[in-house]
Nanobody, 118 residues
Framework: QVQLVESGGGLVQPGGSLRLSCAAS????????MGWYRQAPGMPRELVAK???????SYANSVNGRFTISRDDAKNTLYLQMNSLKPEDTAVYYC????????????WGQGTQVTVSS
């Protein structure tokens, strides 16, 4: 069964905004910390934002102050509001439930492509 489905990516100009969504299976979303990851071409996948089941958030330095992660537990949906986008934000964005520093709870979804370019 499909467990993680990301959407909302697209092409945007520098300085623009996008809102990503991740529909997750309840068994993954429930009571878990959830995170947004991204992978640029030729680069390893990196965690850019995470939110605990209690709503505490943390961000990578590269996106802090520009991105906002949120969750809707009733809908089992994770969001990432991305503002002031830069070309270096170009990547495929994925969601998952991080376990420790390197593991994740579920198989990766297909991701959603974000391209920041003029």
């Amino acid at each position: 069964q499909v467990q993680l489905v990301e959407s909302g990516g697209g092409l945007v100009q520098p300085g623009g905004s996008l809102r990503l969504s991740c529909a997750a299976s309840r068994n993954i979303f429930r009571s878990n910390t959830m995170g947004w990851y991204r992978q640029a071409p030729g680069m390893p996948r990196e965690l850019v934002a995470k939110i605990t089941s209690g709503g505490s958030t943390s961000y990578a330095n590269s996106v802090n102050g520009r991105f906002t992660i949120s969750r809707d537990d009733a809908k089992n949906t994770l969001y990432l509001q991305m503002n002031s986008l830069k070309p270096e934000d170009t990547a495929v964005y994925y969601c998952n439930a991080p376990i420790g520093t390197t593991l994740v709870a579920a198989s990766w979804g297909q991701g959603t492509q974000v391209t920041v370019s003029s």
